[in-house]
DNA sequence: AACCATACCCAAAGCGCTTTGGAAGCCATT
DNA sequence: AATGGCTTCCAAAGCGCTTTGGGTATGGTT
């Protein structure tokens, strides 16, 4: 059933019928509701080809993940921001689309969207420092809204991201409370964006406790569980062992706490953690009480959202970016307690 | 650039470029070349809308994402399975379109993705007990194929799966061989088909061992860390706790391991565990040596291997549907050892 | 010299929609 | 009775591509 049989059935121009349903002034309530029961019965549904073809716009948006060797990008995070921009999508009437590409086109994929005029806009993903997609997106004029920020970029772009700084200062801050002074940080790859700003957010609080930076106690890798468990097991072994880890994620913090129990020492007693935490549907932090204390917002709501901003981005041109920062929230679980005195484990 | 742009650019007709690009036989070499060279050099995409009017192909592929209040779908597999579908895609020129839905009206999305011709097929994800899907894509005669196996379904359809019944068959198996009696299965929901053959497989190997089937020793739920680890709590603290699992993820048995580490035992001497692993990129099991025994199948390579099957049912509607059933790879880590003697912890 | 393949190429129709630029009908004003 | 303003509708062009149904040289055969 096309627009040309529906016309035809309904005794009107297709002119008509298209007004009609796409709710144009120029028809009478009449016809209106004639049009619209004729389409519901008769199961009419535009083709969003023609329709595209005919207006210019794709009513669709385009994710690129791009897929380095490191896989970085196919991460656990993904899923859950997707499900929340599909939310989105789903009620506006646009389509997702996905490319999955590994890093070294990744310009040609933005290009060749815009050229193919696939999208309307895209969604980038897991910027890093100094990210050149921002220049390149706004050069070959490709709409987009980027999950969290590019730090060193002087081009304005439209963004949500959750405010790591504060995030994670807060967590450190919370630990000096407890008594900490020897904190490790277990973050994610610095050449992220995010992982940049976490990294100084608990170097502030550092600072602001009059605590020396100590290299010695920071680890940048992938956010896995293995590398986790690796990087905690090594920082426990040495002589002046951390009191008190800070997380990334709570993939990786599950593998602290491993390297944490097979040294026979306790969560949360003799070694505090904190993590964030995305807040992922199928890796919770613990129930009703958290088991982890940590600095907490939904990668789905910021799915969502983002998406928002997105097409409201496309449909307003000449609005100035939306900006958006979510503050986390901190919950505290079983994970941390004071610090432990010096005597007691021997440190 | 558009075709008739780039037609006027070389002196040809629009018809000789589109066949030089699209590599009809009507055109000689010569001219071939030079068409190939000037798109290049200005960068000419075809319009994929465009195209699809003309040619009625979509060129893309619809991933319809069932988003129940219960999360399950939104799923730590699912980012591996799509990365791996979108390698496929890429290479033979599809897009892969991502429709999130809830469950209530999954019917209707893809009633509407097939009217407005949107896909030219689509991939079933996570395929229920006598999942109504098939019977609603066959009617509407929309491609698909499944990522698994429907039980109880007699219509023939395109599918691969991994062979979960021998691989848990085989795990079991071979936890008798390590002298363990009673054995707990800690398996994913059992209204999804995966988990319904996982089962089987288990069942299968007690009966094969004479054992009695213990329903005290089954728990099926969605597959996350926590209930992995309530449920394996819940079974240590029996008076007549088992002494090894089967889980039916490694996200679960993570869960698993921490609650028999609470209890002061240690995995792989008096309790054993073996996993499923889908070989997740973020999830590894262990490096180089695994630390769970699992039995393993890359969720990856299915997403690849099964769009590739789609493809082919895509271009060749009357060859009979393709069907992949991928053995496990069974690999021996830390996780297992020999039943402890019934003494040595009070059992 | 006339004929026929063969190799190249083209004009135009068509895919299903939106949108421009009217036209027709109707009523109230002058 | 002519005018003008609404309301309601329509024919046709156009979006960028593919594909049908040709046409025109070119060169080899009789």
Redesign the interface.
């Known amino acids: 059933?096309n627009l040309k049989q529906l016309s035809e059935q309904l005794g009107l121009s297709q002119t008509t019928v298209s007004r009609a349903l796409n709710g144009y002034p120029e028809v009478s309530a009449a016809t209106r509701l004639r049009v619209e029961a004729a389409a519901k019965e008769s199961?009419?549904?535009?083709?969003?080809?023609?329709k595209?073809?005919a207006t210019g716009r794709?009513l669709?948006i385009g994710h690129v993940?791009p897929?380095s060797t490191k896989?970085e990008m196919?991460?656990?995070v993904?899923?859950?921001f997707?499900?929340g921009a599909?939310?989105t999508?789903?009620r506006n009437g646009y389509?997702?689309?996905?490319?999955?590409?590994d890093d070294s086109n990744e310009d040609q994929i933005y290009?060749?969207l815009k050229?193919?005029?696939?999208v309307d806009g895209v969604i980038v993903h897991g910027p890093r420092i100094d990210d050149p997609r921002i220049a390149l997106l706004s050069e070959i004029g490709m709409p987009f809204a980027v999950h969290g920020q590019v730090t060193h970029n002087v081009l304005p772009y439209t963004f949500l991201d959750v405010d790591n700084h504060d995030a994670f200062a807060t967590a450190t801050d919370y630990l000096f409370d407890l008594g900490h002074r020897r904190i490790a940080l277990i973050n994610g790859l610095e050449t992220m964006d995010f992982a940049y700003r976490r990294r100084s957010g608990y170097e502030a609080s550092l600072r602001a406790h009059g605590v020396a930076i100590d290299p010695a106690l920071m680890r940048s890798s992938?956010?896995?569980?293995?590398l986790g468990y690796e990087s905690a097991r090594d920082l426990l072994g040495n002589s002046n062992a951390p009191t008190a880890f800070i997380c990334a994620s709570l993939?990786s913090a599950?593998g602290v706490?491993?390297a944490i129990?097979e040294r026979g020492l306790v969560m949360g007693k003799d070694v505090s953690v904190i993590t964030h935490d995305d807040m992922l549907?199928?890796?919770?932090n613990?129930?009703e009480t958290p088991?982890f204390t940590a600095t907490r917002s939904s990668v789905r709501t910021a799915g969502r959202r983002l998406a928002e901003s997105l097409l409201h981005a496309i449909e307003h041109p000449n609005n100035p970016p939306q900006e958006t920062i979510l503050k986390c929230e901190f919950v505290v679980g079983h994970s941390t307690g004071p610090a432990p005195r010096k005597d007691e484990h021997g440190f």
């Not at 389509?95 to 590409?101: A, C, F, K, P, T």
């Not at 992938?222 to 293995?226: A, C, G, S």
């Open positions: 059933m199961n009419y549904h535009p083709s969003t080809r023609a595209g073809l794709a669709a993940i897929m896989h196919v991460n656990p993904f899923g859950d997707i499900a599909g939310e999508y789903a389509e997702m689309i996905l490319s999955i590409v290009r060749s050229l193919r005029r696939a992938e956010m896995t569980e293995v993939i599950l706490r491993r129990e549907s199928y890796l919770q613990g129930g088991i």
